[in-house]
């Protein structure tokens, strides 16, 4: 007997060119966020503005409240003052008086209990229970890692984990400075936290372009034949940065772009791209789609990173017209730093898909441009069947612009019109901005990923599997270089594309890497 099938054979006639989009509303229940860090760097620049958007856009339910949790001393209403000014983005009475009363502070040191005592004594107070008498709280640690492993046991200590309080927990990255410390973290946080509650944030995940790069793979037919070692030549992955360490030298000094971005952003950008379809789409499904990504990546020696991976650090050079001082001249930079700011490197991902098919990725602060591309660049036509003068040069390439410019690009060659047989480059383009009709609000990445922790959806979060396979990857990397410190920096200047070597990179193999 056969199966019936589906009939899909009708959806043509019903089609229409614009599907109904209707704006979701987010079935949020009433919740209490603490913020561990909520007069910090990270609270001020991201959290607490995403969070001001989220209420006046009315994402947020009636009854929440932000707790924020540092040292310095602090009331309620200093707190608000404090946050108010981080907010002024869209700023106005009405909604500001409607956010500000959910805004509350707590002060205490983050390695002993008496604060945690006090956040115990305020979340009776402020936190509402739900129908069951349970209080759902999230814990956001926006704070150096190094803190994480005693707030994690202060909250279990005071009791404030589990039982009468239903909670989730949001890490930041990198999870741990290796595989070995990532395993640590996890054991401690574990012993408060089930993984369940756990929320590792990447907010790279949270970014438009990158979910759609599933939406893209998976809801079209028409790319996934092409989509393996038959027809795709080579991928590329760049995440390219124009500004410069910032003020953010103390962790940047200690972690390098290894840990601060290969580890992490592209790690995940690799996996959407590379993953098997999920059988459906939730969390443990894609999840452990891309965890099978990592553990396929060819492992690599000492000889091997020597050949295929470049380091870098930027040198003095101009931007934008202005000179802008290199890595060892920013403030809080040590005068003589070994820290990397330049990664290139290949990958290979040994399975029936991708076997042979190198992924090249690299990354840079103080690049040329700032510009975030996933390329797919495609085989060459088994035949040159035009006169070799005016051959494709250029493959066709499918283009994935994740930032700044929000678009799928597809490069073809056509005949130039005229009497002579010339091949002509041409782009089908998509752009996100302009191709996209109806009342289009962008996500910011934190208001995603916040409404998903507060939903309790774990799909754009990293398991603790993934996290270590991710490190599992890149750890021969950082060991290498750390072992055997270049002597080489400075070797590329603020403002260019990166080390010579890294154009060599692909040189070598007949390749370039994507010009802007
Ligand atoms: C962060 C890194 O995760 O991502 C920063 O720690 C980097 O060093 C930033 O600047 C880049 O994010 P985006 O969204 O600007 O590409």
Not at 12 to 28: G, L, M, Q
Not at 75 to 88: I, L, N, T
């Amino acid at each position: 007997m056969t199966e019936k099938r589906p009939d899909i054979s009708s959806a043509a006639d019903t089609y229409s060119p614009i599907c109904e989009i209707t704006r979701e509303k987010f079935n949020i229940e009433p919740f209490t966020m603490v913020i561990f860090g909520g007069t910090g760097d990270l609270s001020r620049r991201k959290l607490l503005p995403t969070l001001y958007h989220l209420c006046i856009d009315q994402n947020l339910p009636d009854e929440f409240a932000i707790i924020g949790f540092a040292s310095s001393e602090k009331s309620d209403e200093e707190y608000r003052e404090f946050v108010q000014e981080f907010s002024e983005d869209q700023f106005n009475d009405a909604c500001w008086e409607n956010f500000s009363r959910h805004l509350f502070y707590v002060s205490g040191s983050f390695e002993d209990n008496s604060g945690y005592k006090k956040l115990s004594h305020r979340l009776e107070e402020i936190a509402r229970p739900n129908e069951d008498g349970v209080r759902e709280i999230i814990y956001y640690m926006a704070v150096p890692p190094r803190l994480l492993p005693s707030i994690s046991e202060q909250l279990s200590s005071c009791k404030l984990c589990k039982g009468k309080f239903n909670t989730r927990l949001i890490v930041e990255k990198p999870f741990g400075r290796d595989r070995a410390s990532a395993k640590d973290l996890n054991r401690i946080i574990a012993d408060a936290f089930d993984e369940n509650q756990i929320y590792r944030i990447d907010h790279y995940l949270g970014k438009e372009t990158v979910q759609n790069i599933l939406f893209f793979r998976f809801a079209n037919s028409i790319f996934e034949p092409l989509w393996n070692r038959r027809y795709i030549d080579h991928v590329q992955i760049t995440v390219a940065e124009s500004l410069g360490v910032e003020n953010r030298a103390r962790f940047y000094e200690g972690a390098g772009v290894v840990r601060d971005i290969v580890q992490n952003h592209l790690m995940q950008l690799l996996a959407l791209v590379a993953m098997e379809p999920p059988i459906s789409f939730e969390a443990d499904y894609i999840r452990n789609e891309k965890v099978k990504v990592y553990q396929t990546i060819r492992s690599i020696d000492d000889e091997y990173i020597d050949r295929f991976t470049v380091q870098g650090q930027y040198g003095k050079g101009r931007f934008n017209g202005k000179d802008v001082p290199g890595y060892r001249e920013e403030k809080d930079i040590a005068s003589d730093s070994g820290t990397p700011t330049f990664f290139a490197g290949k990958f290979h991902i040994d399975n029936w898909r991708w076997a042979d098919v190198p992924f090249y990725l690299r990354t840079g602060k103080r690049m040329k441009k700032r510009i975030t591309e996933i390329s797919i660049h495609f085989r060459q036509p088994p035949l040159r069947l035009f006169s070799s003068s005016c051959d494709i040069r250029e493959p066709n390439i499918l283009i994935l612009g994740v930032q700044p410019h929000e678009n799928i690009s597809l490069h073809l060659g056509v005949k130039y019109p005229g009497v002579s047989n010339q091949l002509y480059p041409v782009n089908m383009n998509f752009d996100y901005e302009e191709d996209i009709q109806g009342d289009v609000h962008f996500a910011m990445p934190y208001e995603r990923l916040l409404i998903d922790c507060m939903k309790g959806d774990q799909t754009l979060f990293a398991s603790q599997d993934g996290i270590e396979a991710m490190w599992s990857v890149v750890d021969p990397v950082i060991r290498r270089w750390e072992e055997k410190p270049y002597k080489g920096f400075p070797n590329y200047a603020a403002g260019s594309w990166g080390p010579e070597k890294a154009k060599e990179l692909l040189a070598n193999e007949g390749r370039q890497w994507r010009i802007y």
